[in-house]
């Protein structure tokens, strides 16, 4: 149900439309999204070294009619 994303995505978005905003700010909206139960977080795992990656995680909506009602 929809498309993931990710904190790099969302800086590159706002990046394109002239507002200067690096990851880590991104990263502690989306915590707090998180932390709401607005968000849920998808850990990358690395398949040669067997661990779960700590960059680049993906995040989609919890609630896909949150998506519709925009």
Avoid: W
């Amino acid at each position: 149900m929809g498309t993931t994303f990710s904190a790099k995505s969302v800086s590159d978005d706002l990046k394109a439309e002239h507002r200067a905003l690096n990851n880590e700010p991104v990263y502690s909206y989306l915590e707090k999204l998180e932390k709401a139960y607005l968000l849920h977080r998808c850990s990358r795992y690395d398949l040669q070294g067997k661990e779960i990656l700590k960059t680049q995680e993906k995040f989609y909506l919890a609630d896909t009619a949150l998506r519709y009602s925009v």
